[in-house]
């Protein structure tokens, strides 16, 4: 009995011993290697994953009211209308076509790129005074035109644009297929690389969205100068102004028909440049101040004002009671004209 009883309590002391080893060597290892305790996550919530709205952010032209994936560079263009110019090339590509009177009764546009830029932009012609009073509104905008008067020359050179002179940058060639001077074509690729300070474009008072109430169902109007006449006529099957330009389809090489979208007729006061064109003083459409103007869109015609307060603000255009008169989002073309010389067509769709 007593071997018995002391062989019990040496086995008990024993595996007391190796268990309080064993405790001890876990106490030890947990001080080194146990991870501290982790916050247990809640279970995902049905209403933060799968109800909450995605919201869009679109980005839109100032220019045309339509989504571009960035605002790039503006490229101003100053083309010849005259009959041996025509077709042009590359206008219906651009954001706003201005028409400008200019020498002879005749009319010239300024076109302005930057949401689409196509290869080529033609024919390039020479630049007048009235030009720069438009173009300040873009900020400085790279300006591409094939020369000026010999006094006015300098003038343009010094205003707050790139001066893409042809006489001074590359990108510009001949056609040979064209009699000169209408013949001149610019590359707006290379144009483009000569012009990495131009502006890009930015509000210069241009509102799209819903028509306004009221308006006149018009199915053609047309627009006389001295010795030029322009006639919009609205397709309801391409929802456009389709252009005719002294009684004959306005044509691009293209192959197209000019369309704009929006067509903006501009009564503004025309005096004259203070320089000459062949001993004359060429007219000068004034862009600055407030005046009438007619907005052609959708197929029916709302008349409105127009305003701007300086040379480096933008062109706002209301309707009678002082609204935002928008624009439908597409191609805009601004016809600066004297008086209130439009001519209506009252003809049925």
């Known amino acids: 009995m007593r071997w018995i009883r002391g062989h019990f309590l040496a086995t008990a002391a024993a595996v007391i011993v190796v268990a309080g080893c064993a405790l001890a060597g ?71 076509v201005y028409v400008f009177p200019v020498e002879g009764g005749l009319t010239r546009f300024m076109a302005i790129f930057s949401s689409h830029i196509p290869p080529v932009i033609g024919p390039v012609r020479s630049a007048r ?51 000169a001077p209408y013949n001149l074509f610019a590359e707006s690729r290379v ?25 006149r169902r018009e199915r053609s109007m047309t627009v ?53 064109e062949l001993g004359l003083r060429p007219p000068y459409a004034e862009t600055v101040g407030h005046g009438t103007a007619l907005v052609l869109r959708n197929g029916r015609a709302y008349r409105g004002k127009w305003s701007r307060a300086g040379r480096y603000h933008g062109t706002y255009f209301t309707t009678a009671s002082g609204t935002p008169l928008n624009f439908a989002p597409g191609q805009v073309w601004v016809v600066l004209t004297a008086g209130n010389k439009a001519s209506y067509h009252n003809e049925s769709q």
Do not use: C
């Open 224 to 276: 006389t100068y001295p010795s030029a006449a322009y006639t919009f006529r609205w397709s309801a099957h391409r929802k456009r102004w389709l252009v005719w330009i002294d009684g004959r389809r306005a044509m691009t090489t293209e192959g197209q028909q000019m369309d704009p979208v929006t067509v903006v007729i501009q009564y503004t006061t025309v005096s004259t440049s203070v320089f000459r």
């Open 129 to 179: 005074q009235e030009d720069l009073g438009l173009l300040h509104q873009f900020g400085r905008p790279a300006f591409a035109f094939s020369g000026a008067q010999p006094e006015l020359l300098p003038v343009v050179e010094r205003s707050h644009i790139v001066d893409l002179y042809a006489g001074r940058v590359n990108g510009y060639f001949r056609d040979d297929s064209r009699i």
């Open 26 to 96: 876990v106490l030890l290892a947990g001080r080194h290697t146990a991870a501290p305790p982790r916050r247990p996550r809640p279970a995902p919530s049905v209403s933060t994953t799968t109800l909450t709205p995605v919201v869009s952010h679109r980005l839109l032209s100032p220019f045309t009211g339509e989504p571009v994936k960035s605002l790039r560079r503006i490229l101003a263009v100053k083309i010849d209308n005259i009959v041996y110019a025509r077709p042009q090339t590359g206008i219906n590509s651009a954001d706003i």
């Open 191 to 215: 144009l483009l690389s000569e012009a990495r300070r131009a502006t890009r474009a930015h509000n210069i008072g241009f509102r799209f969205g819903p028509a306004p109430a009221g308006g």
